[in-house]
């Protein structure tokens, strides 16, 4: 019998989207850049891919069952470099919305000064478009809009030391959370602890989706009205900031 491939995600501890585990989110990230080929991570020969775009992921679309889950949804090859970045000025935060996955995600915010540890993933037109549909880029009602980040003002350094003349990355059409004064929170990186939290502070979102974050998941996947109502409790609570990445918000034509 043949040894079980040690390249899989199964076999990586990788195999989990937060698309099918909402609490899971963000998922597991790879331990070091990676060629994502359908259900394996092979060895990148290199950290460029010229015909491609470069998009850099601050959630869920560094997962590499993510973007397997995405991309066969709608019948697109998952060949897919994933390059580990150096990020300056970017921070993590907590999107301003419910995701009708069942989760808080998070989204970037202009933090000065800050260093963030990304994963760039290598687009072609075909993966583009998927990654933008899921993140409602092309409807005036999605809850993200993509972003040209010029390699002047937010440098993006691969692990060869090689600086990206720019990148794309998501930024939240609502805001993000504040972090009790004026400034955005940084996302924790873990769902349970966040969303309790948030109940914690508000009786209103405690009617709307329970007293934990497993009936909290639960009630929102899928249920868009119940979503939309705990987008706008945020703004009614005051919880809600700019990003201060709206500037960078650019048309967005394909690869």
């Given at each position: 019998m043949d040894a079980p491939d040690p390249r899989t995600l199964e076999a990586l501890?990788?195999?989990?989207?937060?698309?099918?585990?909402?609490l899971s989110y963000p998922g597991a990230w790879p331990a070091e850049s990676a060629l994502l080929d359908?259900?394996?991570?092979?060895?990148?020969?290199?950290?460029?891919?010229?015909d491609r775009?470069?998009?850099?992921?601050?959630?869920?679309?560094?997962?590499?069952?993510?973007?397997?889950?995405?991309?066969?949804?709608?019948?697109?090859?998952?060949?897919?470099p994933l390059v580990k970045a150096r990020v300056t000025d970017i921070g993590i935060g907590?999107?301003?919305?419910?995701?009708?996955?069942?989760?808080?995600?998070?989204?970037?915010?202009?933090?000065?000064?800050?260093t963030a540890e990304l994963f760039l993933t290598w687009l072609d037109e075909a993966q583009l478009a998927v990654v933008d549909a899921s993140e409602g880029v092309d409807s005036p009602t999605g809850n993200f809009q993509r972003a040209a980040?010029?390699?002047?003002?937010?440098p993006v350094?691969?692990?060869?030391g090689e600086l990206l003349d720019h990148a794309w990355i998501y930024v939240n059409r609502w805001g993000v959370l504040r972090d009790g004064g004026p400034g955005p929170r940084p996302h924790p990186g873990r769902q349970r602890p966040l969303i309790t939290e948030l109940l914690?502070?508000?009786?209103?979102?405690?009617?709307?989706?329970g007293t934990t974050p497993d009936e909290f998941a639960a009630?929102?996947?899928?249920?868009?009205?119940?979503?939309?109502?705990?987008?706008e409790l945020f703004a009614e609570h005051k919880w809600t900031t700019v990003s201060g990445l709206e500037q960078y918000v650019r048309p967005h034509p394909r690869a």
């Open positions: 501890g990788l195999a989990v989207a937060p698309r099918e585990d909402p359908g259900n394996r991570l092979l060895p990148l020969d290199r950290l460029v891919f010229e775009v470069p998009v850099l992921s601050v959630g869920s679309n560094a997962c590499p069952a993510q973007l397997v889950h995405k991309m066969a949804e709608h019948g697109v090859e998952c060949r897919i907590v999107s301003a919305h419910v995701s009708l996955l069942g989760y808080l995600s998070a989204s970037p915010f202009h933090s000065p000064g800050s980040l010029p390699g002047t003002d937010f350094e691969l692990e060869s914690t502070a508000s009786p209103e979102l405690r009617t709307l989706f009630r929102a996947r899928g249920n868009r009205e119940l979503c939309l109502r705990g987008r």
